[in-house]
């Protein structure tokens, strides 16, 4: 009867990591086969390096999408990566179980919150608080770096909190035995041997930033310029997508699908670079 359970498990587990992998496959499958003849047809360099996205005059040039996206991930990833890090290690190794109770619910409902709600905060908060500041419109870049910065905490924090956690007791042990503070033994000894999983914790907040559509809609301006400041508008590859798809035709809706394609391969070749870089912190 052991037996027969095991091996039913197995075959359940296989199965589901087997329909995960195909799922993947199928995707990349229909972006590749419905996106490259567009980028064929429109031409590698015109589509990747073309400034001017014009569906009525077939002019398909999505590199202002793209340093958008750039430009959008890498401020909220100044502005979640030290906060959220920081946020962990208070969370780990700081605060009291009293404040734990309290905070620890609060960093899951953040998580939970969805986009449309970030995005309407950015907008009826943000994006006027921005306007008389810096006397700009306030759709731009700095109101979607902001947005996105906040809504990656909840990942980073969570999944470095238990990184930091799942570093034996006896590193922070040894530091003080050899005579480090409390300070001490956390930063230069349990942070850095969480490496691998606050890496982690980044990659996952890179996708979530990247990938993000609903909130850059709201508040980032959505014009397909390449900005000249933080306070211009921006428009992101998901956001070109999201914003045309419902009307586009023809050619106009495959430049749309090779769009996603370029996300796409941009997202992979991130996590193969922090893969790279995880595996040199380790050695």
């Known amino acids: 009867?052991?037996?027969?359970?095991?091996?039913?498990?197995?075959?359940?587990?296989?199965?589901?990591?087997?329909?995960?992998?195909?799922?993947?496959?199928?995707?990349?499958?229909?972006l590749f086969a419905s996106?490259?003849?567009?980028?064929?047809?429109?031409?590698?360099?015109?589509?990747?390096g073309g400034t001017t996205w014009r569906p009525a005059a077939d002019q398909y040039g999505i590199l202002p999408m793209i340093i958008g996206s750039v430009y959008a991930t890498i401020g909220a990833l100044i502005i979640g990566i030290p906060i959220g890090l920081f946020a962990a290690v208070y969370l780990s190794r700081f605060a009291s179980p009293r404040v734990k109770r309290i905070l620890t619910p609060g960093?899951?409902?953040?998580?939970?919150?969805p986009s449309v709600i970030?995005?309407?905060?950015?907008?009826?908060?943000?994006?006027p608080l921005i306007r008389?500041?810096?006397?700009?419109?306030?759709?731009?870049?700095?109101?979607?770096?902001?947005?996105?910065?906040?809504?990656?905490?909840?990942?980073?924090?969570?999944?470095?909190?238990?990184?930091i956690d799942a570093v034996p007791d006896s590193y922070y042990e040894g530091a003080l035995a050899l005579g480090a503070d409390h300070e001490r033994s956390v930063f230069r000894v349990?942070?850095?041997?969480?490496?691998s999983g606050i890496m982690a914790g980044v990659v996952l907040g890179v996708g979530r930033a990247i990938g993000e559509t609903m909130a850059v809609?709201?508040?980032?301006?959505?014009?397909?310029?390449?900005p000249d400041s933080i306070l211009d508008g921006v428009r992101t590859l998901t956001t070109n997508i999201v914003l045309e798809m419902g009307y586009a035709a023809d050619l106009h809706r495959e430049a749309l699908i090779a769009t996603a394609v370029v996300l796409f391969v941009f997202v992979?070749?991130?996590?193969?670079?922090?893969?790279?870089?995880?595996?040199?912190?380790?050695?």
């Open 118 to 127: 970030y995005g309407f905060f950015g907008l009826v908060v943000l994006v």
């Open 1 to 30: 009867m052991k037996s027969i359970k095991e091996t039913i498990a197995k075959v359940l587990f296989t199965a589901a990591a087997g329909i995960s992998i195909l799922a993947v496959a199928l995707i990349c499958i229909f």
């Open 107 to 113: 960093v899951e409902l953040l998580a939970g919150i």
């Open 132 to 163: 008389e500041v810096f006397n700009v419109q306030g759709m731009s870049l700095l109101a979607a770096s902001i947005i996105l910065g906040i809504m990656i905490l909840p990942t980073i924090i969570t999944v470095a909190r238990n990184a």
């Open 190 to 195: 349990l942070v850095p041997a969480a490496t």
């Open 217 to 226: 809609v709201m508040i980032a301006g959505n014009q397909a310029v390449i």
């Open 35 to 48: 996106g490259l003849p567009a980028i064929g047809e429109i031409g590698v360099l015109d589509f990747l």
């Open 268 to 283: 992979l070749i991130i996590n193969i670079v922090f893969a790279v870089l995880n595996g040199r912190s380790k050695r």
